[in-house]
């Protein structure tokens, strides 16, 4: 749900961009974090958590409990509610770990 006339803050004319959540295009207000934008369209699971696979989402809101991490166009482990929302971004729930194994000969 986007608000479009707050009482005090008045009308919400900013431009509507679309991107996709697992592969579902969804709308967003430009200047949106992606937590703001994936939840306005009704979404409260972002991924799973790695231990119990139990649902997570947004907790709180502001990048230090990395609840709310995602893809993004192949970034693994993006904090969705610090990172603003771009026009056909591709967001995906995170649902494990980052693969930072490397080969013998890698640093």
Known sequence: MHL????VLGKDDRKTIQFYFNNKLLNAKEGQTIAAAIMANG???MG???KLQQSRGLFCGVGRCYSCFVTV????HVLSCSTLVEEGMEVYSNL????????????
């Open 96 to 107: 494990s770990d980052p693969d930072v194994r490397r080969g013998e000969n890698e640093y």
């Open 48 to 50: 799973v958590s790695r």
């Open 4 to 7: 479009t006339n707050h009482p």
């Open 43 to 45: 979404i409260k699971k």
């Open 73 to 76: 166009d192949g970034l693994e």
